[in-house]
């Protein structure tokens, strides 16, 4: 059973709005992840956080922004939607390097 | 920067067949390298997690080589199953996030 959720699992979306990925996780993780999946390509980085308060950005340039308010909580989000932001979102978590990593089950965004 | 390959890009094999996965990678500076499953349009399983001082780990049919001065691991799948079609990532991990190759896509036909 995971212990990290995203919302919605789908979702289409018109140009121009504005859109917030959720991203919860019940393990008590410091370390959160952003990374983005063109179909059938590589992850990408887009975000992280170190804890409470932390945010930094990846190493693929995003429009996206996040914040940290909560150790749990994690939400990403796009201002203004564009076609080009239609892609795969996986939020991530981890306690240390020692415990590896725990993915979400995925957002996948189409823009139209 | 962390360059991940990952050898063959894909792959057929009849059930009960034995896979072999190979990853590489540029930058031997890892904290761990762990390999992911990943079905078409879903996230990433975890499979198997090995620690920059190990050499290996196992999990069922499930074994994976590390060898970090070189910058390789290899996966290996015994007597494989249908339900093991998939996309398999190998990771290695530094202090803050995972670098990660285009993965190999096994299908295990019936």
């Known amino acids: 059973e995971a212990d990290i959720y995203q919302t919605p699992r789908y979702l289409v979306i018109g140009t121009g709005k504005k859109i917030t990925l959720e991203c919860s996780q019940t393990?008590?993780?410091?370390?959160m992840y952003w990374y983005q999946q063109d179909p059938g390509m590589e992850l990408h980085l887009i975000h992280y956080s170190y804890g409470v308060n932390s945010t930094e950005k990846g190493d693929l340039s995003s429009e996206s922004t996040v914040s940290r308010i909560r150790t749990e909580h994690f939400p990403l989000t796009l201002e203004s939607a564009r076609p080009s932001h239609t892609s795969q979102y996986l939020c991530?978590?981890?306690?240390?390097?020692?415990?590896?990593?725990?993915f979400g089950s995925g957002t996948r965004l189409t823009v139209v | 920067k962390q360059e991940v390959t990952q050898i063959p890009a894909a792959l057929s094999v009849p059930e009960g067949e034995n896979l072999v996965l190979n990853c590489s990678f540029t930058d031997s500076a890892i904290y761990n390298l762990q390999w992911f499953r990943q079905d078409p349009g879903k996230g990433l399983t975890s499979l198997l997690l090995?620690?920059?001082?190990?050499r290996e780990q196992t999990s069922g049919r499930l074994n994976a080589s590390l060898d970090k001065s070189s910058g390789r691991s290899t996966l290996y799948i015994a007597a494989s199953q249908p339900g093991d079609s998939a996309t398999y990532l190998c990771s290695p991990g530094n202090d803050y996030k995972l670098s990660f190759g285009a993965g190999t896509t096994v299908t295990v036909r019936a």
């Open positions: 090995i620690q920059s001082s190990q």
């Open positions: 393990m008590g993780h410091d370390k």
């Open positions: 991530a978590s981890s306690e240390t390097t020692v415990y590896g990593y725990t």
